[in-house]
């Protein structure tokens, strides 16, 4: 049986070079980074402004592995879906 906590996933602000970027996130499974989502910089007034991808490292990400949102709670949830998918169709060795 799977414990509950395994599939909890946790945001972590991005740093590059020991910079934190705003409204920038790596979602976390199990201390593994397996994605990102962002909040996108000039994207037009009535647009999803933030994105998201389902990214496990040595594996292509096709383009049904990201997606938009209006916001990041939408991202957060649209996220969880995709990963529930992706995380169905991997081992624990391919990951």
């Not at 590059?16 to 962002?38: C, H, K, M, S, T």
């Not at 049904?64 to 995380?87: H, I, M, P, S, Y």
Request: proline share 8%.
């Amino acid at each position: 049986m799977t414990d509950p906590d395994d599939e909890i996933l946790h945001l972590r602000p991005t740093r590059i070079n020991g910079e934190r970027f705003a409204d920038d996130y790596q979602v976390i499974w199990q201390d593994l980074p397996i994605g990102r989502i962002l909040k996108q910089d000039g994207i037009p007034s009535g647009r999803p402004a933030w994105w998201f991808g389902v990214d496990v490292y040595g594996k292509p990400q096709p383009p049904d592995n990201r997606g938009t949102g209006a916001t990041l709670k939408e991202c957060q949830t649209n996220f969880k879906a995709v990963w529930a998918r992706v995380r169905a169709e991997l081992s624990y060795d391919d990951i």
